[in-house]
């Protein structure tokens, strides 16, 4: 769950507390081209105020209106679908042709959003039970690789922490990847073992300095299929030891800054160290997408993007993935070219 949806949680419950009415709406199916995925969220006061978004504004005011008048989930939730013909997409705004599926619920005492929101803060991964029927909820610890779930007559939301990065280095640029990396739900762990460089870190919110070596943290991290991993620090002993390990795990990203000739010149270290070829070709180096950036924010941007696509599942055989030796920005942890 990103931040801004634990904002809609925080502020529906600030709603309910102030003798408002109010109405979750949850994405649960897209076709075509939709503008926000399955499990965007948005609440609706029964004043007309809103908090969130289901469409990015294509269908807000007519479900406003509608959730208003009671016309929809004035007791029980409802199910409601927007741009189910082509007449409709075009009405509403919706591109190319797209539909979108929404879930609307009447929010009341049984709806657990503090538990919800407590479990979220305390940073574990919860699936949230909606019985469309009832209206009842049930929470519970969310399994390995769970995610949205709709029957038609049950909707299984997943909350929580999705994604880890571990950064190795704590100079400038890290703090820059790091502040990006939260506001897209990232929990952060900045793994800086040089003394000389834990009095310049800034403390900061969602994220944690750990002091120890980069091999031990990447195993005691434990890195799933939702980590990724950045090498930052320009130093063969601090970089290497974390890619070794990492490179072995499930971690969806693992990357490393430095020029062409240096991460070819690191994969080949990496080889010596019992690291399998298939292994060591996942390594992103030169890491971060081909945006043109040369500082620090606009490299840790590129790292951010490259990351994102990943994630996403995105093709990047393209122009975008590729540096190239003339556009190498080689930045040290403190930000120097």
């Known amino acids: 769950m990103n931040s801004m949806d634990v904002e809609v949680l925080r502020t529906a419950i600030d709603w309910q507390d102030r003798g408002h009415r109010v109405t979750l709406g949850t994405v649960v199916r897209t076709w075509g081209s939709a503008p926000r995925p399955p499990g965007s969220l948005m609440i609706i006061r029964d004043d007309g105020q809103v908090a969130g978004s289901l469409s990015g504004g294509c269908i807000e005011d007519d479900l406003i209106e509608r959730v208003r008048r009671g016309e929809l989930a004035a007791r029980l939730p409802q199910l409601t679908t927007y741009g189910g013909s082509a007449e409709e997409a075009r009405r509403f705004g919706l591109p ?95 793994c800086e073992p040089r003394e000389e460089y834990h009095e310049g870190w800034q403390a900061m919110a969602g994220v944690t300095l750990s002091r120890a070596m980069p091999d031990d943290l990447v195993l005691a991290m434990a890195l799933d299929a939702h980590s990724a991993v950045v090498a930052l620090t320009h130093d063969p002993k601090l970089d290497d030891l974390a890619l070794m390990e990492a490179l072995r795990t499930p971690a969806f990203y693992v990357g490393a800054l430095g020029s062409r000739r ?76």
């Not at 390995?144 to 029957?151: C, P, S």
């Not at 929580?160 to 990006?180: H, W």
């Not at 010596?272 to 890491?287: I, K, T």
Request: net charge neutral; hydrophobic share 40%.
């Open 96 to 190: 190319c042709g797209g539909s979108v599926q929404i879930v609307l619920e009447p929010l009341g005492a049984g709806s657990q959003l503090r538990e919800l929101l407590a479990g979220i803060e305390s940073r574990r991964r919860l699936v949230r039970r909606l019985d469309l029927a009832t209206g009842l909820v049930n929470l519970d610890e969310a399994e390995a690789g769970a995610g949205l779930r709709f029957d038609g007559e049950q909707l299984h939301t997943v909350h929580g922490p999705r994604l880890r990065l571990l950064i190795i280095g704590g100079g400038q640029l890290s703090r820059y990847l790091a502040a990006m990396a939260v506001m897209l739900d990232y929990g952060v762990t900045v």
């Open 262 to 337: 240096n991460n070819d010149a690191r994969r080949e270290r990496l080889l010596q160290f019992d690291v399998s070829p298939a292994e060591a070709a996942r390594l992103r180096g030169p890491v971060g997408l081909k945006l043109g950036g040369l500082t620090p924010p606009e490299v840790a941007m590129s790292i951010v993007a490259e990351m994102t696509a990943l994630h996403r599942g995105a093709d990047l055989s393209g122009p975008l993935a590729d540096w190239g030796p003339s556009q190498t920005v080689c930045l040290t942890s403190t930000g120097h070219a």
